[in-house]
């Protein structure tokens, strides 16, 4: 898969990746379209199905989608340096926008005009944040087990001054086993119908 | 040295942040405030301004503290800490992931994350709500907070608006509220 690896490759994934970063509104999702447009379609770098297999594999380690995704393709292409360069091109426009949102913002946020937009906004904050939270709840509460534990995560989040990294690997873990425990059980199940289903032929 | 300090704890941030970037507001809060490089209400501000940004909340989050602690610099050491974990995972791990993704193992960790992950996202909502008096004593502002709060709802649910163009006519909404109430 390793493309011959070269400073042309590494200056047009840089580029590529310049480009798509600053559409990556509102979580890494939006930049499912551009990614296709541009890995697919303008460089050939990868087959559509593969771009579906790198957005899961992004979803599956820590950070964001975006930023994932970008060093994923990055290694696939042109390997470590890949990464680097792809990651880069990923991070290095927004850091420049938000950086200069934030250096404004502190400027002019005791503009009485400012405070009320800022009023305004936070429903729309709520609403995005209540949007990706829902969203997930689909394929996160697979069964009452995990209802119960979404329900005390928030509780303890809520009620307690406990470090939130605790809770999130005290609940992982404990989740985990359970999940462990439950594939184990399907596992015998299986292994116990195949056995009857044996003795039956015999 | 604060710059370190910036970098290693949003090395400890990048590390965890699984789910996205709005699952990480709680820890990226507790945090910070806890180091004392924002106050609680600056961070609320944070949170706005990173939702109305291109890039991942979380990072932008990070930009945000990072510049308010330790100016450019603190910026810089903030983005590179919370970004550089998955580029390690994705370099030392590489092709394996194919491999990990379906096993029972990761599964089963995922079955059990995910709710949690989920809690943590809606945690955020509330907080955010409570710290901005969405929900507050004063009346009026909790009936108009909760009544936009659902316009955008059912605009992000039914009419999938863009996000940027939610909090921007938001925003223009506030300031007219403001004009007329002045």
Not at chain 1, 58 to 87: D, E, K
Not at chain 2, 139 to 155: D, V
Not at chain 2, 162 to 181: A, K, N, R, T
């Amino acid at each position: 898969m390793q493309q011959r690896l070269s400073l042309k490759t590494l200056w047009q994934l840089f580029i590529a990746f310049c480009k798509i970063s600053p559409v990556t509104f509102g979580g890494g999702y939006a930049i499912i379209p551009a990614l296709e447009e541009a890995m697919v379609n303008r460089y050939h770098w990868c087959k559509r199905d593969e771009i579906l297999d790198v957005l899961s594999i992004a979803q599956t380690i820590p950070g964001s989608v975006a930023l994932n995704s970008a060093a994923f393709i990055g290694y696939r292409i042109a390997g470590i340096p890949g990464v680097f360069v792809a990651s880069l091109g990923m991070l290095l426009p927004t850091f420049l926008i938000v950086l200069g949102l934030a250096v404004f913002f502190l400027i002019i946020k005791d503009v009485a005009q400012v405070r009320w937009a800022l009023f305004g906004i936070a429903p729309a904050v709520v609403g995005l944040i209540l949007f990706a939270g829902l969203r997930t709840i689909k394929s996160s509460v697979e069964d009452i087990v995990c209802l119960f534990l979404m329900i005390g995560t928030f509780l303890l989040l809520f009620l307690t001054k406990m470090n939130p990294i605790i809770i999130l690997v005290m609940g992982g873990a404990f989740g985990g086993t359970i999940g462990w425990i439950k594939h184990k059980k399907s596992v015998n199940k299986e292994q116990d119908n195949e056995i009857s289903r044996h003795s039956v032929n015999q | 040295m604060m710059l370190l300090d910036l970098f290693l704890t949003f090395f400890k941030i990048g590390v965890f942040s699984f789910g996205g970037g709005y699952a990480m507001i709680p820890v990226i809060e507790h945090e910070s405030v806890s180091h004392g490089w924002i106050s609680s209400s600056a961070f609320t501000d944070s949170v706005s301004v990173a939702g109305m940004s291109p890039g991942p909340v979380a990072t932008n989050t990070a930009i945000f503290v990072g510049y308010k602690a330790a100016g450019v610099a603190g910026a810089i050491a903030a983005t590179l800490g919370i970004s550089l974990p998955s580029l390690l995972i994705i370099v030392i791990l590489g092709m394996v992931f194919y491999k990990i993704k379906d096993h029972p193992v990761t599964k089963s960790i995922f079955y059990g994350l995910r709710p949690v992950i989920t809690a943590f996202i809606l945690f955020a909502a509330c907080r955010f709500a409570i710290q901005n008096h969405l929900v507050s004593s004063d009346l009026w502002k909790s009936l108009f907070g909760i009544i936009m709060l659902i316009i955008a709802l059912f605009l992000l649910f039914y009419k999938k608006v863009h996000p940027l163009v939610l909090i921007l006519s938001f925003g223009v909404i506030g300031v007219l509220g403001g004009w007329f109430m002045a």
